[in-house]
């Protein structure tokens, strides 16, 4: 890595610097919490991260967060994991989510679009009576604080709805996108035996209608624990017998009545897929998530009441609830619910014009798309209200920026960001007042002391090294669901480094600040930005009698592309021709995910192992990214190293 200045592709102008709200809020926090009044955002970060406890004090004062029994103290015990904050303190996530409806009660909190790119709003005043009617009907099913809600639905504003609803009565909010297969959907939503379950009827995507009334039937039969279903006739279906009508229930005006929950209460549970076993259930607080958005989505993506916040995203990824709390400081959030390319590739860039958007977030894959699609989106569209374009899900290689520069606007703030589901936030990105360098994310977020280690737990600055973060975030998960000693959390995370998060990417700090993303450091499946572990699909593909065993490996490529391989080793007598691999990608598409099918189906003579049987995923991404044998694996560690010579010549064929 040079630490070679180079010039910024992107710099903000004095005014822009001046009117930000991380800017405001420096000057604030340094007359009232003791921040430095100069030195700019590098000297923030550093108090930031160095006085947590008066950080995290000024965030909540800033942003008005409402505790409605004060906090005995910010940080009660600072240990990851097992971190206590605002012990003491109660609020309510939904209530803080609904403010603006005092204020702005007639303007829209939701631009609703779908596959006709046509905006409808929903606004304040519409979107709380709405919250307020469905909380008191779950109320009257006997919901209470701590059950779970399920929703299988797209993005579009009901599920919004029912998630503040959730929250307002202190119950869990979980969900997963339509085009989820039944299993994968289960895998999810069984761990978390949850009460009620809202579900569409089908959805649209690409100009087609999808129905899924023979899975929300599978989802019934296999959830015991549901109380209740409610029904959403996306494509105008009678509800099913026993199902209550969604009409029904949010037809009522009534004020939203917010139970006040401690801090640590939790507010939603997300998944995020390792490699062996069921998906991770990560519950995340009311609380932590609360003041760690405020922050990242005040201060970092500077949105207040005057944005229009549009990211493109389903249900399923993590960046649907992020979307969610652009609410919190007041923002107009934009739902679509589509194809990203429907009916061309410049679909997303329409939805940005049409709705005003401010900021407009997507994934790399998609910007490279456009690149090669040869979108103009600057000429063809008008973009005049975007300040911001975002992007996440995997890093933007250098010739995403500059196409969003020359192709969008010159005067174009880009924002690489990266976090993780883990966190439901951003480790390292947007920073309205800082230069934007080609293949770079700005810098670290406030209050997350990110470091690139090497295996010895040494600091490295522009040298590639592990993502570790060396202080609590308060979003940090409060815990798994079903992991009761917290065995599988601390494993996950804290096993490599004791006392530290470390998140399984490969990054570079630069001597300037900013950070470079390099991809996965273990085998998580990691497309657009959704992420699913082998193991899922091992078990889908192998169910098939002419697959004796398989591997798959998801691979980051320099131009922003990712490579997903699936190699299979056939039973005796099995060929794979192009049937067999139409049924395997048949099989992932219909019970996990349509993003997960693989982009080559290949033949082995076999799959390696560790000597403890287990597959080995990363030694073999490291050869197919053309690390050498003898450093990409142990050798006293395989079951069989001459299997390893496939991967290593095929390695060699695609250079």
Known sequence: MSTVNPQPLWQPDLQRIARSQV????????????APADGGYEALHR??????????????????????????????????????????????????ALRAAETRANEPA???????????????????????????????????????VSGYLPNIPQAVVALLATAAVGAVWTSCAPDFGARSVLDRFQQVE???????????????????????????RELPSLRAVVHIPLLGTEAPEGALEWDALTSADIEPVFEQVPFAHPLWVLYSSG??????????????????????????????????????TSTGWMMWNFLVSGLLTGTTVVLYDGSPGYPDTGAQWRVAERTGATLYGTSAAYVMACRKADVHPGRDFDLSTVQCVATTGSPLPPDGFRWLHDEVREDLWIASVSGGTDVCSCFAGAVPTLPVYIGELQAPSLGTDLQSWDPSGKPLIDEVGELVVTNPMPSMPIHFWNDPDGSRYHDSYFDTYPGVWRHGDWITVTSRGS????????????????RMGSADIYEAVERLPEIKESLVIGIEQPDGGYWMPLFVQLAPGAVLDQALRDRIKATIRENLSPRHIPDEVIEVPGIPHTLTGKRIEVPV????Q??????????????????????????????
């Not at 596959?115 to 929903?122: G, I, K, S």
């Not at 009617?133 to 009257?140: H, T």
């Not at 991404?621 to 197919?624: A, D, G, M, N, V």
Request: proline share 6%; net charge negative.
């Open 626 to 655: 053309g690390t050498p044998l003898e450093k990409a694996v142990n050798p006293g560690s395989i079951d069989n190293l001459e299997l390893l010579h496939f991967y290593e010549d095929l390695a060699r064929k695609r250079a």
């Open 110 to 148: 939701i631009l609703h679009v779908d596959e006709t790119h046509e905006p409808r709003p929903v606004t304040w005043s519409e979107l709380s009576r709405q919250v307020g009617s469905l909380a008191a009907e779950l109320r009257a099913l006997g919901l209470r604080p701590g059950d779970r």
């Open 194 to 220: 949850p009460v009620v379950l809202f579900t569409v009827d089908g959805y649209r995507y690409g100009g087609k209608a999808h129905d899924r009334r023979e899975t929300v039937a599978e989802l019934r």
């Open 275 to 312: 490699t062996t076993g069921l998906p991770k259930a990560i519950v995340q607080s009311q609380g932590g998530i609360l003041v760690e958005h405020l922050k990242q989505l005040g201060l970092h993506c500077d949105l207040g009441p005057e944005d229009r916040f549009f990211w493109y």
């Open 47 to 96: 108090w930031s991260v160095d006085e947590l406890e008066p950080f995290w004090e000024a965030v909540t004062q800033w942003f008005d967060v409402r505790f409605s029994t004060p906090y005995a103290r910010v940080l009660g015990d600072r240990s990851m994991p097992g971190a206590e904050w605002f012990p003491g303190a109660t609020l309510n996530y939904a209530e803080h």
């Open 23 to 34: 800017t405001r809020f420096q000057a604030w926090a340094a007359e009232h919490h003791g």
């Open 621 to 624: 991404k490291r050869l197919l």
């Open 515 to 530: 950070v470079v993303i390099h991809g996965r450091s273990d085998s998580t499946l990691n497309r657009q930005g959704v």
